[in-house]
């Protein structure tokens, strides 16, 4: 079936962001526009039509991988069940060798393109730390958990459920193999004793 006039292939924008993500773990800063139109198969009117600028893939990039991350907080249920599947969507999105490329290709663009990382981090780590927060803010409303500050909170939860994979992961160390499915439910509980009503 032919396109409507306007309407964008999500394939080719797929092709695009992969590309871009493999090209900036590579080169950091120094991959080119050009470059990633053509590791993505698209002509460069097709890239910029629908990005124009490596910021703005950056920020997609990194909006996906939130979108993703975060989805469990959107589906209700009991606290520790959706913190149990938030942790393990971390562990499995950012504690993988994709997700550890990809944290050591924006440390690498920080220095050259500190706009990019900017848009990647608010996008990205920024959002999904939010969404968090306003998460735990139901909560605490609800008086299902206890939760003064939601922001500090948030921050507590990522580093319990990332610990030390997420700097290995930028330093290219070898990861020691965890059980992603006992690391998340324990962190959810030990989180939801710290914060019980």
């Not at 913190?83 to 663009?109: D, P, S």
């Not at 008086?143 to 610990?163: N, S, W, Y």
Request: glycine residues 8%; contains cysteine.
């Amino acid at each position: 079936m032919p396109r409507v006039v306007g309407q964008i292939d999500e394939k080719k924008s797929e092709a695009i962001l992969e590309a871009a993500m493999a090209l900036f773990s590579e080169k950091g800063a120094a991959a080119s526009m050009e470059q990633i139109a053509r590791r993505a198969g698209v002509s460069k009117q097709t890239l910029y039509n629908r990005y124009a600028s490596k910021v703005e893939i950056g920020r997609a990039m990194a909006e996906r991988r939130s979108d993703a991350i975060t989805a469990p907080l959107r589906t209700g249920g009991e606290p520790v069940d959706v913190l149990t599947a938030l942790a393990q969507a971390m562990l499995e999105k950012l504690c993988t060798a994709e997700g550890r490329a990809a944290m050591r290709g924006v440390a690498l663009i920080s220095p050259q393109a500190p706009d990019l990382a900017q848009a990647v981090y608010h996008a990205g780590p920024g959002e999904s730390l939010r969404r968090l927060g306003l998460w735990l803010a139901e909560q605490d409303a609800r008086g299902a958990l206890r939760v003064p500050d939601t922001t500090t909170a948030a921050e507590m939860f990522t580093g319990m459920t990332m610990g030390h994979g997420y700097l290995r992961g930028i330093l290219g160390i070898d990861e020691p193999e965890i059980d992603h499915s006992l690391r998340a439910r324990e962190t959810a509980e030990r989180f939801i004793r710290a914060f019980a009503p």
